[in-house]
């Protein structure tokens, strides 16, 4: 990788030595005559047509774009306000990418229009006030739009509340791992903090001991939820800036340091139906087709993957932050309880550790 880097940057080097002479080369040329080096009417057309080449590019990698990397976007939002977040992100980029392919067309077009031909002189137009006025007023139109309609799905999705009798979840995050912690039987997180932590026993969240909310508490390192129930995440970080992403429910927080942050939402669809929906089948015979190759070659990495909901880290946190990940199961009331019921409580650890 050095290697690479240093031949890289020697090549830039020359390249940049290469240009330089180029322009000193120039500068002495420029005295003897200007006859030569000024564009004419052939030049100024020639490049004119460019501009319309430059267009069709730009057009094409854009198609182009679309038809290959169009498959990776993410499937249908997995949870309530998913749809709404997903809605408001559409119509922005359709209104983005109506106004862009406009102008680059019109930007080209007056490039070639007005292209340079002897004896035209530019016209100068001082201004106009219903073109500014249109120019202006539109954009403020659809801004102020975006805006307030973002304003709203901002603040319906960070409405965390206690309402609905939500499951509590905390979400712990450390250089490089997930850890969840489920409140227990009366859906209360007992205090926690890092000065408590006493690996030697076991306790890596640092729960407190001696709070009662604390001993029916339960941590994993797989995170089950229950479809159609509100969860509310309680999210901390040991160490450095993590930021939880769980990319299918649309949802991402910080979590940071010596505070606890907050994101809440419904998942609304099962691990079992996400497997079966369509894009996700297609996802992984694709996956697998990569995976299956990788095995043939006696690359590591080869095993087959099923598709499973999974909890990411979305801050650049070290040198293992790409694989900082704990993977999410939604299932039924009853499957949720089945596993829930096997896991082991606080007090049980603590007293296995004494
Ligand atoms: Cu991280």
């Not at 420029?30 to 430059?54: I, Q, R």
């Not at 990698?61 to 998913?82: N, Q, V």
């Not at 205090?191 to 890596?204: C, F, T």
Request: charged share 20%.
């Amino acid at each position: 990788m050095t290697a690479l880097l240093t031949i890289f940057v020697l090549v830039l080097v020359a390249i940049a030595i290469w240009q330089m002479t180029k322009i000193f080369e120039l500068s002495q040329v420029k005295a003897k005559s200007d006859k030569g080096e000024v564009a004419n009417d052939e030049d100024n057309k020639y490049n004119g047509y460019l501009m319309f080449a430059f267009l069709i590019f730009i057009y094409g990698l854009t198609i182009f774009s679309f038809w290959k990397y169009g498959k990776f976007i993410l499937p249908e939002a997995a949870s309530e306000h998913g749809g709404t977040y997903d809605n408001l992100m559409l119509w922005s980029f359709v209104i983005i990418f109506i106004v862009q392919t406009l102008t680059q067309a019109l930007l080209h077009y007056f490039s070639y229009k007005y292209r340079g031909r002897k004896g035209q002189k530019a016209l100068f137009y001082a201004d106009n006030d219903r073109l500014e006025f249109i120019w202006t007023i539109i954009p403020v139109i659809v801004l102020a739009g975006l805006i307030l309609w973002g304003l709203f799905t901002w603040t319906d999705i960070m409405d965390i509340n206690d309402e609905d009798d939500p499951l509590i979840v905390e979400l712990y995050a450390q250089q490089y791992n997930w850890t969840a912690r489920y409140g227990g039987t009366d859906n209360v997180l007992g205090d926690a903090n890092v000065r408590m932590i006493d690996i030697n026993r076991a306790n890596v969240l640092g729960l407190d001991e001696s709070d009662p909310n604390a001993s029916d508490d339960i941590i994993v390192k797989e995170l089950h939820l229950p479809v159609g129930r509100k969860v509310n995440f309680k999210m901390r970080s040991q160490d450095v800036l993590h930021s939880a992403y769980m990319p299918h429910f649309r949802a991402q927080m910080n979590c940071v340091p010596g505070m606890i942050t907050e994101f809440s939402f419904t998942p609304t669809v099962t691990t079992a139906e996400m497997r079966m929906k369509p894009e996700v089948i297609e996802k992984v015979e694709r996956t697998n087709k990569v995976r299956a190759e990788r095995a043939a070659a006696g690359e590591p990495n080869s095993d087959p993957w099923e598709f499973d909901y999974v909890l990411l880290c979305n801050k650049i946190c070290g040198k293992s932050h790409y694989n900082m990940q704990m993977k999410i199961i939604v299932e039924s009331q009853e499957e949720y309880e089945a596993w829930i019921e096997y896991q082991q409580t606080f007090a049980h650890t603590m007293a296995a550790n004494n």
